[in-house]
């Protein structure tokens, strides 16, 4: 199995992952909030999250590692007793702590075994708006293209509600919003089929 590149710090992500042989990640619907409370305790502070999107046996995400001056280190703990160091903080280790931790408790409450993950978790590293952009709808759209529902609004578990909402959230919005202008031409681009030719080579599926 090919390694994939270390995660860096200041570079833009999409971050995929699913179930292990395809199999489903997610059984009820306290798990997919279970599992952004996660995310929220150990992704949050190393990174900016601009876009996401939880489907039964995959999930997407778009995120900037943040600098390391940059890191929420006061938020970088897990016990009274475990402070992290600053200059051990790893981004890969902090994705690897939030799907081990999801595991155990899946395990434990399914009476289950073994990886809920496939292992490396996939990553690709975003380098133009354009991509950038075209990837927002395309996490949004994942639900649709998947055939789960016939648009993106009647798709509950992803970011496209909290942008839409007028209701404080960890994601970026405005800074997504801006990449369409406004929020208008937000909802334009979203409401239309887009062609992802050139970038298919780009997106983890």
Not at 44 to 62: E, G, I, R
Not at 68 to 79: A, N, V
Not at 150 to 164: M, V
Request: aromatic share 16%.
């Amino acid at each position: 199995m090919a390694l994939l590149d270390k995660i860096q710090f200041g570079h833009y992500y999409h971050i995929y992952n699913r179930g292990n042989n395809g199999d489903a990640i997610f059984f009820d619907e306290k798990n997919y909030r279970y599992f952004l409370s996660l995310y929220l305790k150990y992704i949050f502070p190393v990174a900016d999250t601009y876009c996401w999107c939880l489907l039964k046996n995959h999930f997407h995400f778009l995120i900037r590692i943040r600098e390391l001056d940059e890191i929420k280190i006061e938020q970088l703990h897990y016990s009274t007793n475990n402070r992290i160091n600053i200059e051990k903080v790893n981004p890969s280790k902090q994705f690897s702590h939030l799907f081990n931790a999801y595991t155990q408790a899946v395990n434990k409450k399914y009476d289950r075994t073994g990886s809920v993950f496939e292992k490396p978790f996939k990553r690709k590293i975003v380098s133009s708006q354009d991509y950038f952009r075209k990837l927002i709808f395309y996490i949004h759209n994942n639900p649709v293209h998947h055939r789960l529902v016939d648009t993106i609004s009647d798709y509950k578990r992803s970011s496209n509600h909290s942008i839409l909402s007028s209701k404080s959230t960890y994601i970026l919005k405005n800074d997504v919003i801006e990449l369409f202008d406004d929020l208008p031409n937000f909802k334009i681009y979203h409401a239309r089929n887009q062609d992802f030719e050139d970038i298919n080579s780009l997106i983890l599926e």
